[in-house]
């Protein structure tokens, strides 16, 4: 009796103990897992930010020089927005991104939503055509870029394709003119993001408890009145997440540029990240390069930033 009264303590004991080890293998192997990504992202991306940084302060041309030398990089920037003359290709790459931003933005802010909105109508058709409005987002920037390129060189698309339908006195030549090929950027980024914008608000406009609305409708308020009152201002979070959103790509944007335009006549379609890219590794100013590439940062991260404050205060909350 006291031999079997001893080993089920023991065994007891054991038991606990293999519990005990499976739960914390169990809590170990997400921090496992996810430990080698959390590496690579930590050298990959915040590594070389802070490297792009340092270079920034420095001499840097072709190679990389460890030697600091002050903030002479954000001088010459500073020098080239506001005392060139002519206008440098800092300044008109500052300036479309001011174009292509607002306009990007704003148009598939608006069309976005009206879209959802018409989807929204359970109209015929819808699981036609949200296919059809998601479709664009599935494409690169590249091909984006030499699709419209073709659509709007006038030797070859709409221009030359209603000259041929006998509608000659039609000319389009933006893409080639260096006062408006900025708006060529703009038609073919809005054509690729709107679909993906119609998407957000029609998740958000389906998530909305529609006792509220048939009670807005009982009370006698009109479609209108609907909308601009109560729909619209309960889609504020999807607003606010869509224009993170686009400015991120706004402001990220390089490879459509250079696929629909390739810089426009004389760089003059040129944004912040063509302008880094050229400075950076054709015209052997790494550090100039450096510099713009860390005020493209602090430009993301002045509108991330206080997005993602304001989520974790009403979280908070």
């Not at 954000?74 to 506001?82: A, D, G, P, S, V």
């Not at 060139?84 to 608006?110: A, E, H, K, Q, R």
């Not at 889609?235 to 706004?250: C, D, E, K």
């Not at 944004?271 to 590794?281: G, I, Q, W």
């Amino acid at each position: 009796m006291s031999t079997v009264a001893t080993t089920e303590p023991t065994l007891t004991r054991e038991r606990r103990g293999v519990t005990t080890l499976r739960s914390r293998m169990q809590d170990a192997l997400p921090k496992i897992v996810l430990a080698p990504s959390f590496v690579i992202t930590l050298v990959f991306v915040y590594g070389f930010i802070i490297w792009t940084g340092y270079l920034s302060f420095t001499n840097s041309k072709t190679f990389p020089s460890y030697v600091l030398t002050g903030p002479r990089a954000y001088q010459r920037l500073w020098r080239w927005t506001f005392e060139s003359s002519p206008p440098s290709s800092w300044y008109t790459s500052i300036t479309n991104m001011g174009i292509f931003g607002f306009l990007y933005i704003g148009i598939c802010l608006v069309l976005g939503l009206g879209l959802a909105i018409l989807l929204d109508q359970k109209i015929r058709g819808e699981s036609v055509l949200r296919p059809i409005y998601l479709y664009p987002m599935a494409l690169s920037f590249i091909v984006t870029g030499v699709a419209w390129k073709w659509f709007l060189d006038p030797g070859l698309g709409l221009e030359q394709t209603l000259h041929q339908w006998g509608w000659t006195s039609f000319h389009f030549d933006w893409i080639k003119n260096k006062d408006f090929v900025i708006y060529t950027v703009v038609i073919a980024g809005v054509w690729q993001a709107s679909g993906f914008v119609m998407a957000m608000f029609l998740a958000g406009l389906r998530g909305i408890d529609g006792e509220i609305m048939k009670a807005a409708q009982i009370d006698g308020a009109s479609a209108w009145q609907l909308y601009r009152r109560i729909i619209i201002p309960l889609l504020r979070p999807v607003f606010l997440s869509a224009f993170i959103v686009l400015a991120h790509m706004a402001i990220k944007s390089y490879d459509l540029v250079v696929a629909l335009t390739s810089g426009g006549p004389g760089g003059s379609a040129w944004l912040p990240s063509n302008f880094m890219y050229e400075y950076t590794f054709k015209r052997n100013e790494m550090a100039v390069g450096s510099a713009s590439a860390i005020i493209m940062l602090m430009t993301i991260s002045a509108i991330i930033v206080p997005y993602l404050y304001s989520e974790l205060r009403e979280k908070s909350r």
